[in-house]
């Protein structure tokens, strides 16, 4: 099985500079592809539809390495050639992605707002001691060892990112599925608002309730020092506007780039979402790994649709901050270690409004309806404990 791992580096000041100049590159080779396509397309509608619509890769890459490296682009030879190679294909399987409707159109990455992250070749990338060593790069030092692999393999799609505060390598590695006894039984997980999860058992003799970490006194505090952080970040804004044109566009009085408070406010504010991300991912993968720890022969969960389900603008904050696609995401590949089976019921599935006691459907029930009454066996309990057993003791048609 294919299992990833991230793991912090411990760089250099000239290999860090190494790694901005690597990074700006994927970013341009990216939007240099996309541009290039819709110039194309552009060209053929203009010419009623005769000649080429798009540009390959392949064309976008040669033209890149045979004209522009040779002439007015001859920095991209400072870093290592496959940087901008898989930057173009990842541009090239976008693009294709958004052909065939699996996702929106691809956007131009832009400097400030996109992800920091380079492609580092495979081939070149050795296990050393305390570290690495990879192309153009040299040996960067690592703050835990890589895994290790076998000899003869490779680890896959490695990348270098940075989060607005460290470096990191990303690696791919296969690892052998371990060989573990279930007991099995049957869990079900009903995700919520008000707690993250809760699960149950077939009979409800073992239930969790896994809290909202939203609800913590350190992410209340953390976003309470966000929203003063971006208060001070509006002001220095608004007082570097000298006035507004026909378009009520600003006009500064000193350029943005200029600014360096205003950039200094805007580190703190980075590092503030960083510290918020951190907690919300480690809540998660504790109680993911909690779950498939008890090593249940299935687990049961329903398939939300999180998209409809944002549409609400009064639970749209708190649905985002709980990363259910997230959870269901480390439920997978965690159960698939100790080949524990995963089912997703279908959303239609009246899990919340089935009594797990007698099986009748109570079609009147709320939103609001927090605790699940039965009007015909007259069981009393947590609605979304309800949802849990009924999920647990859901079975395949």
């Not at 194309?40 to 392949?58: F, I, Q, T």
């Not at 052909?99 to 580092?120: C, L, Q």
């Not at 690696?171 to 007991?183: F, M, R």
Request: glycine share 6%; aromatic share 8%.
């Amino acid at each position: 099985m294919q299992r990833a791992v991230k793991i912090r580096l411990l760089p250099t000041k000239e290999q860090e500079c190494l790694f901005w100049k690597s990074a700006g590159t994927a970013r341009w080779a990216y939007n240099y592809f996309l541009e290039a396509n819709e110039a194309a397309y552009k060209a053929w509608l203009k010419n009623d539809k005769v000649g080429k619509r798009s540009v390959s890769e392949g064309e976008i890459r040669k033209h890149i390495n045979n004209v522009l490296k040779k002439t007015t682009h001859t920095w991209l030879k400072e870093v290592g050639s496959n940087v901008m190679k898989q930057a173009v294909k990842d541009a090239n399987l976008a693009l294709q992605r958004y052909f065939k409707g699996i996702s929106g159109k691809p956007k131009f990455k832009s400097r400030h707002r996109s992800k920091i992250s380079f492609y580092v070749n495979y081939e070149s990338l050795v296990r050393k001691p305390n570290g690495f060593h990879g192309e153009k790069i040299g040996f960067v030092k690592t703050a835990a060892p890589l895994p290790k692999i076998p000899k003869g393999k490779k680890y896959a799609n490695p990348h270098i990112s940075f989060d607005g505060r460290y470096w990191y390598l990303s690696v791919g590695y296969e690892v052998q599925q371990e060989e573990t006894e279930l007991t099995g039984g049957s869990l079900g997980i009903d995700l919520g608002i008000k707690s993250l999860a809760i699960v149950s058992n077939e009979d409800a003799t073992e239930t969790h309730f896994y809290k909202n970490i939203n609800k913590s006194a350190e992410v209340r505090r953390l976003e309470k020092k966000l929203k003063r952080e971006q208060r001070k970040a509006s002001r220095k804004l608004e007082s570097n506007i000298k006035s507004h044109d026909k378009n009520r566009h600003p006009i500064w009085i000193r350029p943005l780039r200029e600014c360096r408070n205003l950039d200094k406010q805007n580190k703190k504010i980075q590092l503030i979402h960083k510290r918020l991300t951190d907690i919300r991912n480690n809540h998660l993968h504790q109680t993911t790994s909690e779950i498939v720890k008890t090593k249940p022969s299935q687990i049961v969960m329903e398939n939300l649709n999180v998209k409809g389900m944002m549409k609400n603008k009064h639970l749209s904050e708190a649905i985002a901050k709980q990363k259910f696609y997230e959870f269901k995401r480390q439920i997978q590949y965690k159960a698939e270690m100790y080949g524990i089976k995963v089912i997703e019921v279908d959303r239609f599935y009246a899990s919340s409004k089935t009594c797990s006691h007698c099986g009748n459907v109570k079609k009147d029930l709320k939103l609001s309806d927090r605790i699940y009454v039965c009007p015909v066996c007259g069981a009393k309990l947590d609605r979304d404990l309800n949802a849990a057993i009924n999920l647990a003791n859901y079975k395949m048609a």
